[in-house]
Structures are given as C-alpha cells and as structure tokens.
C-alpha cells in the first residue's frame, strides 16, 4: 500500500471510489483492513480512505502521549492527502476518540462524523484493563494480549461461530509495534473528553453495539447527550467492531446520516433517507443545511420514512452563483420526492424551507398531506428585512463566515438563552461560521427570501397547516406570523411565546411534543 510522511513519519493509507470524501479510522485492536467488509458499499458514489494510525501496519509508530497527539496526527495526516475540509469521518473505538478529538481540535478539517463505540471517558474501574494490556506488551510483546483484546472486541457468540475472522485479528494485531500500542492503551486511560464535547459544532452520529462490553451502549448514549445535536443509534447483535459483526446494519447506519445525490432540474440535489413508514420531507433555512434536522431526523425515523435534502446552493447540493426564487426551489423539493418515488408526504419547513413549503402546496396540493411551518413567513415584515439585509451585507463585505456569524448569532436565539447558554452560542456561532457553501450561494438565496411573497395566494392552501413562531423572533416576526395565520384556511397556530427563531433549540422538548401530536393527527392509517 501507499504511504504518506506526515512530520517525517510515514503514514500507510489506501483509496478507493470516486466522489465526495470519506476517511476511516480503526480502532486499537485492529488495522485499516478491518473494513475490507464494508468498503464495496462505503465506496459507492465516494472516494474512500483508510489510514493506518501510528505503529499500526506500515505506519511509522512516532512518540505520541495523548489522545490529542494522535488527532493532531490525523488532522496533519488529512492535509498530506490533501482532502478537502468537507471530508466526512468514521471512527470506531480507539479511532473513535481520536477523531473525537479531532472534533475538539481542528474542527475546520472535516463534514460530518460517525462515531462507533466509543464514550467521553471511561470509569475509573475500566482503565485499568488498558494500563494492565500496556505494562503486558512491554514486558511480553503483542502476544500477551492477543487474547485479552480479541475477548474486548467481540461477543464470545460471534468468536465461536467465526474462527477464521478470530485468527485473522490476532495475527494482524500481532504485528502492531508494542510500545505505539502501549502508548495508545495509556492516552485512552487518561483521556476524559467530557468538559470539551459541548463545543462540538459538526453533526455527529453515534454508533454503539447493542453488545459491546468495552464502551456499553449506556455509556455511548451519554456521550451522544453531551454533543450538541448528536443522534444515537444502537446495532443489534454487534460487539465493539461492526464492521465485521454487522457490516450491513453499520453501512445503512451511514447511508441513512451521510446521504446521497440526485439529479432535480438539471442539479445534484444532496439528501438523507432514513427510516419507514409514511414520508416526511424536511426542508432547511437559509442558513446551514440538513443537518440542522438531525435530533428530529433521529426521533422521527422510528415512524416515518424521513427525506431531508440539502437546498441547492447549500450543503453538499450543487452550487453555483445564479439567482434563485423559492419557487425554483419548491420545483426541486417536487424533483426529488419523484426521483425517490414519493406520491404524498408530510412537510415540514424551517424559515425559508417554510417559504419553499408554501409552493409546493399551492403546486401540487394533491402531493402535501399537511404542512408545517416554523419561524417562517410568506412575505417578511420590515424588521425581518433589515435583520437579513444586514447579515448579507456583513458577508459581502468582509467575504468571511466568522464574521458573519459574529454579527447574526444574537438575532436566533432569545436575549434570555444567549446569556444564559454561552457554550451552545458559541457552538452555533462555529457552526454559522464553519460554513463551506460559497458565500454567493447565501446571497442569492437571501435575496430570494426578500423576494418572496405568497400573501395574497395563501387561501389557495388547503392541506392541515400548522404555523409554529417564536415570540421574540426578529427575522420572522409576530407581525409576520399574523399574517399567515389569518389567510390560511383552518391554519392553527402555535406560539413560543419567549423564544426567538431557533426556538427548537430553546425548546426542544415543546416543539418535538407539538410536532408529535401533529403528525400522528395526520398520518393516513397504513
């Protein structure tokens, strides 16, 4: 295989498919080839890489103390390999936290993360397996643990019915370089990624097998509550390594977070698919992309088959400087839900997905099964418009996101949650501020919210709608929200009286209760 020096140290890797990037990260008991089982599948519409970590296969072992060292080392190692800062990452355990890490560290490096079995910390009691497997491998070699560290990684269930997979392991582990391996038993034994894990700002997935013994589904479910935004998902009948326990429930698992393309009105138009039962399109703002319906994404898949598309001009959908209307944009919301087969569908839209909503139920009323708008409008009130005039124009003219986001984040959330939760704005002012699209992209579609009005058409809306708005709401204000609600037949409202436009975010649990009830009211009977 190839390899790469990376700070005068060589770096083993191997690439495979062709189209948006995708690294993976093993873990301390295995090696890149650990996912030989679900490359085909991962490798389908990406260009996939796998490295060796430090003293691991060909790789240079080097002299790294601490987790952090190693994620250093994978943020040096990208930039070797040049891959683009939207390159989405997989880690499963020892891999795990160290891209974690990376999270902490270099959180500009990379998309989105899936992380498989792996905690914040590990309870005092299960740190001393980790100091017992370095001081063996120091005095004894790789082989005085070969055992001990098959027995971590999988169920005895799966060790007795697949014995060639066992000896495959132990003889790639021997070959691991005892004091990396030691060292890297030590950083997991100090590690505690607690007090950090708040400030993560990139959408993450975690993984867990429902019978991993080493970082128990308890524990990964923890760690997932203590990432802003984070899903949870447990894999049935999986150890601490499903690439090879369970490769097709793991690589669904990605397939359904990381998404796929297609083609809408001559455009890439990128989307998640996840769940079944009767569909549910979710439409993003202006702001960010699909990504910001991961909670919901993660609780609704369970009743329904959830669609959540990246605009054009945002996300990983195609992007190009050139107006845009929200009509244009409800036209692709319809492409795509015939591309994917979809008759009929629940539709939820956030702000300007609120906007897009609006078309696509006086387009094809036949198609909307009902309609949910939150902290939207059909046409903004003057506030609303100098909020996004001035937000543009600081974009414009300092052509910088960080910027941007400096001078936006006040206006999304309640003067009472700005000061009352620093960590959460600044996580979302790093998420605003780590923005990949192309600024013109933004642009083009602020002037395209600007644009829109569908005052004087909304009696045309007959599908059970729903209006949710915050109270102190800037950009779609109460004003505005009347407006709705007082032209749209039979349109029932919900307010949020002391929360501003990310009002999911202020109350989660309120909006996930309404939003409940509201779909079950109106999902056909199967």
Not at 265 to 290: E, K, M, N, T
Not at 291 to 318: F, K, L, M
């Amino acid at each position: 295989m190839p390899s790469i020096q990376v700070n005068g140290l060589a770096v083993e890797y191997a690439q495979q498919g062709s189209g948006p990037d995708l690294l993976l990260v093993h873990s301390l008991l295995t090696e890149l080839g650990v996912f030989e089982r679900v490359l085909p599948r991962l490798a389908e519409g990406r260009r996939v890489t796998r490295i060796n970590l430090p003293g691991f296969g060909a790789s240079a072992a080097g002299n790294f103390e601490s987790v952090a060292d190693f994620a250093d080392h994978l943020a040096a190692a990208m930039d070797a390999l040049a891959l683009p800062a939207a390159t989405d990452v997989f880690g499963n355990g020892f891999g795990a936290f160290v891209t974690l890490e990376l999270a902490c560290r270099h959180s500009a490096r990379f998309g989105r993360l899936v992380v498989a079995d792996a905690l914040a910390a590990f309870p005092e009691p299960a740190r001393a397996p980790f100091r017992a497997m370095a001081e063996g491998v120091r005095a004894r070699g790789m082989p005085a643990v070969l055992d001990t560290a098959i027995g971590r990684m999988f169920p005895p269930e799966f060790q007795q019915a697949n014995p060639d997979v066992i000896a495959e392991r132990k003889q790639a582990l021997a070959k691991v370089d005892p004091e990396a391996f030691a060292r890297a038993c030590l950083a997991l034994a100090a590690l505690d990624l607690a007090p950090r894990l708040g400030a993560v700002s990139k959408p993450v997935l975690v993984l867990c097998g429902a019978l991993d013994q080493t970082t128990p589904p308890q524990l990964a479910r923890a760690l997932a509550q203590k990432i802003p935004g984070a899903a949870y998902r447990e894999i049935a009948g999986s150890g601490h390594c499903p690439m090879l326990e369970q490769p097709a429930a793991l690589t669904a698992m990605m397939h359904a977070f990381l998404g796929r393309d297609a083609a809408a009105g001559g455009r890439a138009i990128h989307y998640v698919d996840d769940g079944a039962g009767f569909p549910l399109l979710l439409i993003h703002g202006l702001a960010g992309d699909h990504t910001a319906w991961t909670p919901q994404i993660a609780a609704w898949r369970e009743r329904h088959r959830v669609i959540a598309p990246d605009n054009r001009g945002a996300g990983r959908s195609t992007q190009a400087d050139e107006a845009v209307s929200t009509l244009e944009l409800a036209h692709d919301m319809l492409a795509l839900l015939d591309a994917l087969g979809i008759e009929r569908a629940h539709v939820v839209g956030r702000s300007m997905g609120g906007a897009i909503a609006q078309h696509m139920a006086l387009l094809a009323p036949q198609r909307i099964a009902s309609l949910a708008m939150c902290a939207s409008f059909a046409k903004l009130d003057p506030l609303g418009r100098r909020v996004l005039d001035n937000m543009r124009e600081v974009l414009e003219w300092t052509g910088s996101w960080a910027a941007h986001a400096r001078h936006s984040v006040q206006n999304f959330v309640s003067s009472a949650f700005y000061n009352a939760n620093p960590g959460r704005v600044a996580a979302i002012e790093a998420l605003i501020g780590g923005e990949t699209r192309l600024p013109a992209c933004y642009v083009q579609q602020n002037h395209a919210c600007q644009a829109h009005d569908t005052l004087e058409r909304l009696g045309g809306i007959r599908c059970p709608t729903l209006i949710l708005a915050g109270g102190r709401d800037p950009i779609c204000s109460p004003t505005a929200t009347g407006w709705m609600a007082e032209r749209i037949p039979g349109a029932e409202t919900v307010m949020f009286e002391d929360s501003s436009h990310f009002f999911l975010m202020e109350e989660p649990q309120r909006f996930m209760q309404v939003m409940d009830a509201w779909l079950a009211r109106h999902t056909p009977a199967a």
